[in-house]
C-alpha cells in the first residue's frame, strides 16, 4: 500500500502499437495495471499539449509509442513525431523534468512482449524517482 | 470582482462613444465584428454575460492605441484585463495560439516545486557574477528559441544582451530559477498562476539583494513596472537595456564599430505606448555610425501592432496587421526591420514562414532585435 504507484500516460498508435497491446490482453500476458493507454490514428498527430496537459493533470510519465519508420501507415508520421517529441523533450527539460518520464518508443504490431517491457521499465523507473513535480504542488493546492 | 467595480476602476462611465477607439484599433480594421466601443457600450448597460462569453474579448491586442486617442481617458485595455479574469473564472479561454503549449507551459512553470535548468546556454564567454547588484533578467528566452522552428533566435537576444552589458562593464546577476513574470498571464485572466509567479520572482528578488533589474524583453519590464506593485513589494530601479546604452553614449561617450546597413524601427506597444520609451532606441540607432535610419509611416505613439499579444486569438486578423506592418516596413526601404520585443521578432516571423497555400504579398524581410546589431557593432572594440 505504501509504494508509490506512478500514473502513465501511454499514446499508443493504432496500427502498430495499440494491436500489440491488444494481443498482450488476448495472450493473458500479465503487465504493470499503473499504465493508461490512449489510442491515437498516429504517433505524428500527438500534439505537444497533450503531453503537457497531461502533465498539468497531475500524470508520473508518458509514453509516447508509435510504428517504426518503414512501417508508418501514414507514410512519414514518426518523422513528425520525432520532430514534435525533440522540440517538446528540449522544453520539458529546461523546466526540469527527469528525461525518464517522458519517453518515445517504437513498437511494431507483432512487438507485444516489446510493449510490455518498455511498461516495465518506465514503471520501474518512475518508482524510484517518486511522484511528478508537478504533482506534489497540484495536491497542496486542492489541500 | 463585479462589472460594477472594473467599470469604476476602468473609468469606463467616462466613455462619450465617440467611437476614436474602434477608428483607430488595429483589430476593428480588419475584423467588423470587433469594436472596443461596443464592448464598453455593453459593460455600461450591464450586459455582463454577453461580454464574458464574447470570444471578441480576446481579440484585443491590449495595444494602448485606443487608450491615447479616448478624450476621457478611458482606461480600456485594464478593462480588457480585468473582464478577461471575469471571464476566465467562468471558464472561458481566448483561442491559444500554438495549441496553448505556452500557456500549458508557464502553468507548469509557475508550481512552487518546478526547478529549471534554464542557463544552459550560458557558457564562459559572458561575465557574470552572484554578488552583483545589477540583475539581468532573461525571460522566457530559452524556452521561445527550443519551441520556435523558424529562426526566432531568441537566446541570441539574451546572450548578445550579456555580451553588451559586458562590454559597459556591468558583470550583471542572474536567477538560475527565475520564473515567467506572468505577463501572458495576467492578460489572459489567469489571475491567480500570475500572483504565484509575481510572488516567486520578487521573492527571489528581495533575497539576492538586487537594487538594479535591466531587461531585453519590453513585455517583461512592463510587467514589472506596472502590475507588480498591485500585488507584491520590491523595491528595485527598472531598465530596459536600450535606456541602460542610450544613457552610455550620452554620459560615457559610448562609440560603436560602423555597420553598414540600412535598417527601420518597430516600436513594440509595451516599449512605446505601455511605457512611453520611445526616443532611447532611436538614440542607439542613430549612434551606430554607417547605420542608415529611416522611419516607417506609423511610429511612435501611432505604432502598428505585431498582430498578437499574450499568444491569444492569433487569427487571419492577426496576419493581415502583421503583414501590413510588414509591408509598411519594406516600403520604408530599409534592408533590415529592427525590433525592441523578442514577441515581435517571433510574431514576424511567423508571419513570414506561415504563408500556406494562398501566396500573399511578398512579406519577406530580415528581422533583427536591437541588441543584435548593437553587439554586431560593438565586436572587437576594447571593453568601457
Not at chain 2, 330 to 341: D, H, M, N, P, Q
Request: aromatic share 8%; hydrophobic share 35%; proline share 5%.
Amino acid at each position: 500500500m505504501n509504494e508509490f504507484e506512478p500514473l502513465v500516460l501511454a499514446f499508443c498508435c493504432n496500427w502498430c502499437t495499440y494491436v500489440s497491446a491488444d494481443v498482450i490482453g488476448t495472450s493473458r500476458i500479465q503487465y504493470p495495471h499503473n499504465v493508461r493507454i490512449v489510442r491515437v490514428m498516429c504517433s505524428g498527430m500527438v500534439d505537444p499539449i497533450y503531453i503537457l496537459r497531461a502533465f498539468e493533470a497531475g500524470i508520473d510519465g508518458v509514453l509516447v509509442c508509435g510504428c517504426h519508420y518503414v512501417d508508418c501507415h501514414y507514410i512519414n508520421g514518426p518523422l513528425k513525431c520525432d520532430a514534435m517529441f525533440n522540440r517538446l523533450k528540449g522544453l520539458v527539460n529546461i523546466l526540469g523534468l527527469e528525461d525518464e518520464r517522458l519517453r518515445r518508443k517504437m513498437v511494431a504490431a507483432s512487438e507485444g512482449l516489446g510493449f510490455v517491457a518498455i511498461v516495465e521499465e518506465t514503471v520501474d523507473q518512475l518508482k524510484k524517482l517518486g511522484p511528478s513535480p508537478f504533482k506534489k504542488a497540484r495536491k497542496e493546492a486542492i489541500a | 470582482m463585479t462589472l460594477e467595480d472594473i467599470i469604476k476602476e476602468s473609468k469606463t462611465f467616462y466613455c462619450l462613444e465617440c467611437g476614436k477607439c474602434s477608428s483607430i484599433c488595429p483589430v476593428s480594421r480588419y475584423d467588423p465584428a470587433y469594436s472596443p466601443r461596443v464592448m464598453v457600450e455593453n459593460a455600461l448597460l450591464g450586459l455582463e454575460d454577453e461580454l464574458v462569453h464574447n470570444k471578441e474579448l480576446f481579440s484585443c491586442l491590449t495595444c494602448y492605441a485606443c487608450q491615447l486617442k479616448c478624450p476621457s481617458d478611458v482606461d480600456y485595455p485594464l478593462f480588457i484585463q480585468k473582464m478577461r479574469a471575469v471571464a476566465s473564472s467562468s471558464g472561458e479561454t481566448g483561442q491559444c495560439a500554438h495549441s496553448g503549449v505556452l500557456h500549458s507551459l508557464i502553468r507548469l512553470m509557475a508550481n512552487p516545486a518546478v526547478k529549471q535548468s534554464r542557463l544552459e546556454w550560458l557558457s564562459d564567454g559572458y561575465r557574470t557574477s552572484d554578488q552583483s547588484d545589477v540583475l539581468f533578467f532573461v525571460g522566457c528566452a530559452p524556452y521561445f528559441d527550443q519551441l520556435f522552428d523558424f529562426e526566432a533566435k531568441t537566446l541570441d537576444i539574451a546572450k548578445d544582451s550579456l555580451r553588451i552589458l559586458n562590454h559597459l562593464g556591468i558583470e550583471p546577476r542572474l536567477l538560475p530559477n527565475e520564473k515567467c513574470c506572468g505577463h501572458d498571464m495576467l492578460w489572459t485572466g489567469d489571475i491567480e498562476t500570475f500572483k504565484r509567479l509575481a510572488e516567486h520572482n520578487a521573492a527571489l528578488i528581495r533575497e539576492a539583494g538586487v537594487k538594479k533589474i535591466i531587461f531585453s524583453c519590453p513585455e517583461c519590464y512592463r510587467t514589472f513596472k506596472e502590475d507588480y506593485p498591485k500585488y507584491v513589494t520590491m523595491d528595485c530601479e527598472l531598465q530596459h537595456i536600450s535606456e541602460s546604452l542610450a544613457a552610455a553614449i550620452e554620459k560615457d561617450g559610448l562609440s560603436f564599430n560602423p555597420v553598414k546597413m540600412k535598417v527601420t524601427y518597430h516600436d513594440s506597444c509595451r516599449l512605446g505606448r505601455h511605457l512611453g520609451i520611445y526616443e532611447p532606441p532611436r538614440q542607439v540607432l542613430r549612434a551606430i555610425p554607417g547605420v542608415e535610419f529611416v522611419e516607417m509611416k506609423q511610429v511612435r505613439e501611432e505604432s502598428l501592432c505585431c498582430g498578437t499579444s499574450a499568444f491569444t486569438n492569433c487569427d487571419l486578423y492577426s496576419k493581415q496587421i502583421r503583414v501590413e506592418r510588414l509591408l509598411e516596413a519594406k516600403g520604408s526601404g530599409a534592408e533590415v526591420l529592427i525590433t525592441s520585443c523578442p514577441k515581435c521578432r517571433i510574431h514576424f516571423r511567423c508571419a513570414m514562414v506561415s504563408k500556406g497555400e494562398e501566396k500573399g504579398p511578398d512579406v519577406e524581410i530580415e528581422v533583427s532585435d536591437i541588441v543584435n546589431l548593437v553587439a554586431k557593432a560593438l565586436e572587437g572594440k576594447p571593453n568601457e
